[in-house]
């Protein structure tokens, strides 16, 4: 077959494929909130920002405000309120004592993050709904108590599914230069991507050779507990939200669509609670110098998909974009983004490439 222009995948991929309108249309991210937004458990914030009795963390989830709350006994308990504006606090006389109130469900899962959901009649637990996802790195992040030591937020002209994106697909990889200086080994491009139900996927480990990165040291003396040196794991998880294990530090990031073309993602990074002053330092160091906003990595991947977001705006020409790749699962092999596209057809009830003939 000759070489195909734009025109010509336009006209007949033959392959898979998604439709540029579902990054794109005010309808589609309407119907997100209310169809995929609204009914999934959020990993809302963490258990180690809010230590104390009377502590609370609010977010906002489907346009709806959320507060967590802990309570006696170290139980945490999730509200819909419109009573508290703060990000963050230590004050029960909010809200809690005048009823108004709306009690959400709530669990502390996976690594002492605080989940919940819009959705009163949930029928999954966030076992049930993480679906194995978390099994690969379940001994490093569940032994020992985890602690935030870092936050910070973006908010992107760019649609949420392109940050899904960037941490699903691996072609960009080759847009980060660290990445290519110490990862690209034989091990990396063996990676396989792990389809788990309700659309989620992980990324298997490899070794990563930090010390070939001018400046840069190894990392394996602080590998979290039970993972062996110098490891990278990856869950990606449905809607959106991706989790990162890179040895010595941990990061997780939350989004927030805003609209079709703007999102707010939260990045936090996670040592363990026993670290001496010393080890949480180098663990800083370590999360920072990949994943700060001055670091050799995270400012890349913003980057891309505020490009990205300039390319599919309201109103811009729609186009296919292709996931045909097939490599037996292997790192460049599209199957997590089939299998995320998968699952967001069916919370949507629309077909991805269907040029989003939406039932609204
Ligand atoms: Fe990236």
């Given at each position: 077959m000759p070489p195909r222009n734009h025109k010509d995948w336009s006209k007949t991929p033959k392959i898979e494929y998604i439709s540029s309108l579902i990054y794109s249309e005010q309808s589609v991210y309407e119907q997100e909130i209310q169809n995929i937004f609204s009914k999934v458990w959020i990993p809302?914030?963490?258990?180690?920002?809010?230590?104390?009795?009377?502590?609370?963390?609010?977010?906002?989830?489907?346009?709806?405000?959320?507060?967590?709350?802990?309570?006696?006994?170290?139980?945490?308990?999730?509200?819909?309120?419109?009573?508290?504006?703060?990000?963050?606090?230590?004050?029960?006389?909010?809200?809690?004592?005048?009823?108004?109130?709306?009690?959400?469900?709530?669990?502390?899962?996976?690594?002492?993050?605080?989940?919940?959901?819009?959705?009163?009649?949930?029928?999954?637990?966030?076992?049930?709904?993480?679906?194995?996802?978390?099994?690969?790195?379940?001994?490093?992040?569940?032994?020992?108590?985890?602690?935030?030591?870092?936050?910070?937020?973006?908010?992107?002209?760019?649609?949420?599914?392109?940050?899904?994106?960037?941490?699903?697909?691996?072609?960009?990889?080759?847009?980060?230069?660290?990445?290519?200086v110490s990862g690209f080994n034989d091990e990396y491009f063996a990676r396989k991507n792990i389809p788990f139900d309700n659309g989620h996927v992980n990324v298997s480990s490899f070794t990563v050779n930090y010390e070939e990165y001018d400046g840069f040291e190894d990392r394996g003396e602080l590998s979290f507990p039970n993972l062996p040196p110098n490891q990278w794991y990856m869950v990606d998880l449905f809607p959106g939200f991706n989790f990162n294990l890179r040895g010595s530090a941990y990061r997780s990031d939350s989004v927030t669509p805003l609209g079709p073309n703007k999102v707010l993602i939260e990045f936090r990074g996670y040592g363990l609670k026993k670290d001496t002053p010393e080890e949480r330092q180098t663990r800083i160091k370590h999360h920072n110098s990949i994943w700060g906003p001055f670091g050799r990595n995270l400012h890349e991947d913003l980057i891309g998909v505020a490009g990205q977001g300039t390319t599919m705006r309201p109103g811009t020409e729609p186009r296919n974009i292709l996931h045909g790749r097939h490599e037996n699962g292997t790192i460049h092999d599209e199957v997590g983004m089939r299998h995320y596209y998968g699952e967001w057809s069916k919370w949507m009830q629309v077909d991805a490439s269907a040029n989003c003939q939406l039932a609204v």
């Open positions: 809302m914030c963490h258990s180690s920002e809010m230590p104390n009795f009377g502590d609370f963390r609010t977010t906002q989830i489907a346009l709806k405000n959320v507060v967590a709350v802990r309570f006696e006994n170290n139980v945490i308990r999730a509200f819909l309120t419109d009573k508290v504006r703060r990000p963050s606090g230590n004050d029960l006389s909010i809200g809690y004592h005048s009823g108004v109130w709306t009690e959400l469900p709530c669990e502390v899962r996976h690594g002492g993050m605080v989940w919940t959901t819009l959705d009163q009649d949930n029928p999954m637990t966030v076992d049930q709904w993480t679906a194995g996802a978390f099994d690969c790195i379940a001994d490093a992040i569940d032994a020992e108590e985890m602690e935030v030591f870092h936050y910070h937020k973006a908010i992107i002209d760019t649609n949420y599914k392109l940050w899904h994106d960037t941490n699903s697909e691996f072609y960009h990889d080759f847009m980060h230069y660290f990445n290519r």
